[in-house]
């Protein structure tokens, strides 16, 4: 898979997608990745990228022409065209199954917005446009190494054990079961028995009720679409009703995170 992206700020995506687990599948020809500087598209001595936004207004906008120039360049490099992924907060919320879809394509570019944005006639040019979240960032570099690094973890081979993409948060419509580590007791916090007893389905059980407990505290909105038997919403509602009285009795939020261990 190849991913490239399209950036004011080319050298930040190098130092992170060549560490650990990233860096490990670009070695194993997994993922391969190109960081284009947007300024190669400018014709102008100062290399410019921004403009004043007609109508005034605080901050710049990245002006329109070296956008379609870069992009209209890019796509035609290379035999397949790439799928074309802009940023903004106003775009479609990323999430795991946006990262599925992404991993089916064999080219990606992903554009990087700056300063208060794009001219808006720049996204005739996206397939797609994604927002991280409801928040603000500076640029769109981090939103394009989280889109990397989600869909390579995705990749055939990326992590290395097939089954560790398998059992995370989202892969089945819940957040992922609590986990332990040694020691099986450490200072007085104690791991659950049935963690301990080898019994495999035992722990497949806890491990269910673990993730359907959590999502039913922290996420209720994925429960839904995650294909709960009677059984399993029963579970879920009477977590949630807890909650709920907790929450109506005063209770903090260090008391639900204390709850979703168990
Ligand atoms: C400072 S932001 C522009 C924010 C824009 N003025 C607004 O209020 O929607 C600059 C760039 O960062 C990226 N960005 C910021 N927040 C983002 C988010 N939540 N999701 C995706 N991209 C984001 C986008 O590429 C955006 O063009």
Redesign the pocket.
């Known amino acids: 898979m190849i991913f490239e992206t399209l950036s004011v700020f080319p050298d930040v995506f190098e130092p992170y997608l060549s560490a650990s687990i990233m860096g490990r599948a670009q070695a194993r020809g997994i993922f391969s990745f190109e960081a284009y500087d947007l300024r190669d598209w400018t014709h102008d001595r100062h290399r410019t990228v921004d403009d004043a936004p007609f109508g005034g207004g605080q901050g710049m906008l990245m002006k329109p022409a070296p956008l379609f120039e870069a992009i209209r360049d890019i796509s035609t490099r290379g035999d397949v065209s790439p799928h074309v992924v802009f940023?903004?907060?106003?775009?479609r919320r990323y999430d795991e199954s946006c990262a599925r879809e992404l991993a089916g394509y064999e080219r990606i570019l992903l554009v990087?917005?700056?300063?208060?944005?794009?001219d808006e006639r720049a996204y005739t040019l996206a397939d797609e446009v994604?927002?991280?979240?409801d928040?603000?960032?500076?640029?769109?570099e981090l939103?394009a190494l989280v889109v990397i690094d989600s869909v390579v973890r995705l990749l055939p081979g990326a992590l290395g054990d097939e089954r560790s993409a398998e059992d995370e948060s989202f892969s089945d419509g819940l957040l992922e079961y609590a986990q332990y580590t040694r020691p099986a007791d450490y200072d007085g916090l104690r791991v659950p028995d049935v963690l301990l007893s080898g019994d495999h389905a035992a722990v497949d059980a806890w491990r269910r009720e673990s993730a359907i407990k959590r999502t039913a505290l922290w996420r209720p909105d994925l429960l839904q679409g995650a294909g709960l038997s009677d059984e399993e919403w029963e579970l879920a509602r009477r977590v949630m009703d807890e909650a709920k009285n907790r929450t109506d009795e005063g209770s903090d939020a260090d008391g639900k995170t204390k709850e979703a261990q168990h």
């Open positions: 940023f903004s907060p106003c775009g990087c917005g700056r300063y208060e944005g794009m994604f927002s991280l979240g928040y603000v960032l500076t640029g769109g939103p």
